[in-house]
């Protein structure tokens, strides 16, 4: 009798607690169901949760040829006031250039005495039109007295008379080619070259 009404007690507890969960669980569910469909509370001591922030759409980036396109802003009044030096000295202020070598001009040729160029061209014609045989000299030789001649009307001083020495030594020259006077020619020449070299200092032709 006694195991059997143990049984019989341990049997009913088992039972009674699994009503009791079976009955707390619908409870649960209830409360859940009536929570879930009861309006929100709007009182002064209802929580309200912050709204999450929204993104907002980024800019679009800008092209350079919009930003090309856009206006650039006007000097204000302030900006270009007469007072202002450094506009003053960015405006009037042209660049400065440096003459190159090739525009600048040629340097002027040095004034030579007169009668230098007229008996130089005596002494070149001489050169030129002399020639090998003797008749050819002397012709030439009398010519270049008579040039010579001519160009020391216009010398003055040292010049002067250098030209007027050239011009009696062709003159001598042409006798003695000719056979008019019985000497050297060679002998005037060589007095001749020396004259002209001291021709050609004075007359800044070295």
């Given at each position: 009798?006694?195991?059997?009404?143990?049984?019989?007690?341990?049997?009913?507890s088992r039972l009674n607690w699994?009503?009791?969960?079976?009955?707390a669980g619908s409870l649960a569910a209830v409360?859940?169901?009536?929570?879930?469909?009861?309006?929100?509370?709007?009182?002064?001591?209802?929580?309200?949760?912050?709204?999450?922030?929204?993104?907002?759409?980024?800019?679009?980036?800008?092209?350079?040829?919009?930003?090309d396109a856009r206006p650039s802003p006007s000097p204000s009044p302030e900006d270009s006031s007469p007072g202002d030096s450094s506009s003053e000295r960015s405006t009037s202020r042209s660049p400065e250039r440096t003459p190159s070598a090739r525009n600048s001009p040629p340097p002027l040729p040095e004034v030579r005495p007169a009668g230098c160029d007229e008996a130089a061209t005596a002494l070149n014609a001489y050169r030129r039109d002399a020639?090998?045989?003797?008749?050819?000299?002397?012709?030439?030789?009398?010519q270049t007295y008579r040039d010579l001649m001519g160009a020391g009307l216009s010398a003055q001083g040292v010049v002067a008379a250098k030209i007027r020495r050239l011009a009696a030594e062709f003159q001598e020259l042409g006798f003695r080619l000719t056979g008019m006077v019985d000497a050297d020619p060679n002998q005037v020449i060589t007095d001749i070259n020396t004259d002209i070299r001291e021709f050609n200092g004075l007359c800044a032709f070295d």
């Open positions: 009798m006694g195991s059997g009404s143990a049984r019989g007690e341990g049997a009913g699994t009503a009791v969960s079976a009955v409360v859940a169901l009536f929570t879930y469909l009861r309006p929100p509370a709007t009182g002064p001591g209802a929580v309200v949760s912050t709204p999450s922030a929204v993104s907002s759409p980024s800019p679009e980036p800008s092209s350079p040829d919009r930003e020639g090998t045989s003797g008749s050819g000299q002397a012709a030439a030789a009398q």
